[in-house]
């Protein structure tokens, strides 16, 4: 055997068990993709820019329109209506940020491997779906929540004659 031939057959070696990771690594995605649910990361990805769309132009604006009512009204807004505006603030905060988080998850995922290089570390690969799974799906009913949250502020204004104009 040549020189040429050993380094042929170490390099066909090397080639082969990267092949093989590489595979392993691919399946392991795919089994993690699977349990957080393919149709969590397909919804998210529509859902994501509906939420932003209507954030910006429904609920950020109307909580500052409120707040800014409050701030020159005689009297302040009752502390249930002021949770739910900051409730509303912190969606419109947070919500969207959470869902890209998921998204971004899913697209860069790895499988968490132990520091001998083999062995899948499966306490971290159970956080890992769980959380992404909790980032995809937390834009669900987001909308309606909101929704809720501005009509009860509405019919607050509506029932109490806030602010009065005396």
Known sequence: MTTNTILDDAEERVSDAHAHTKTTQTQIIDAMREEIGRQHYAQAKVTLPELERAMAKTYRPFVERVTGISAQAKAALPPDVQGWLRDMMTACDTVPT?????????????????????????????????????????????????????????????????????
Do not use: T
């Open 98 to 166: 959470v869902v890209r988080q998921g998204i971004d998850g899913w697209d860069r995922l790895m499988p968490p491997i132990w520091k001998d290089g083999r062995s899948l570390d499966l306490a971290v690969r159970a956080q890992l779906v769980h959380d992404i799974r909790f980032c995809l799906r937390n834009g669900d009913g987001r909308q309606g929540s909101l929704d809720n949250l501005q009509a009860q502020v509405e019919h607050y204004i509506m029932d109490s004659g806030w602010p009065s104009r005396a």
